[in-house]
């Protein structure tokens, strides 16, 4: 390795890598064996980070948070470049395309703030509200689950149920 590649772009041990990010080697060396991060070697063999590599363990570590799957969060790892540390621009793409499911998450997380004190047709018809919302279960024609949550509305039910 030249020195002019090591100041330009430092690589970091994996306890180094550990110590800055608070994730523990062992999650580093299982998210490096899912391909969510990379690592070159040293001539003795060891493991070496790009400091890039930081920002994509944070980004793992936020999109768990908010209940993303390993596999979600590869697809989107995968739209940045491989052999080089992304640029903003590149991080730029990845935020755009990813917003819309993020936008999603929010819109269905606020549907549930709203609505779960009501009738979610569910089909369970437990609340007394669920007779004026979901009469006779007419929420099931839309399919399986709380129908409302998923984004059906009450009003089709209950046009369809006083077109009878």
């Not at 999650?27 to 690592?39: H, P, Q, T």
């Not at 590599?53 to 590869?74: K, N, P, T, W």
Request: with cysteine; hydrophobic share 35%; aromatic share 6%.
């Amino acid at each position: 390795m030249s020195r002019s590649r090591e100041s330009s772009d430092p690589l970091l041990a994996i306890g180094a890598l550990a110590d800055r990010t608070g994730v523990s080697i062992s999650a580093i060396r299982f998210y490096e064996a899912k391909g969510l991060v990379d690592s070159e070697r040293s001539t003795s063999g060891h493991r070496r980070f790009r400091k890039s590599v930081i920002r994509r363990l944070s980004f793992v570590l936020i999109s768990q948070r908010l209940g993303y799957s390993l596999d979600d969060i590869r697809a989107q790892l995968d739209r940045l470049p491989n052999g080089r540390t992304p640029t903003e621009r590149d991080w730029n793409r990845l935020a755009t395309g990813f917003a819309a499911d993020i936008d999603e998450r929010i819109a269905g997380l606020q549907r549930l703030r709203d609505d779960l004190d009501g009738c979610i047709g569910c089909g369970c018809l437990s609340m007394q509200k669920c007779a004026m919302w979901n009469p006779d279960d007419g929420a099931r024609r839309f399919g399986t689950g709380p129908r409302y949550l998923l984004g059906d509305s009450s009003a089709d039910v209950r046009v369809d149920v006083g077109s009878r």
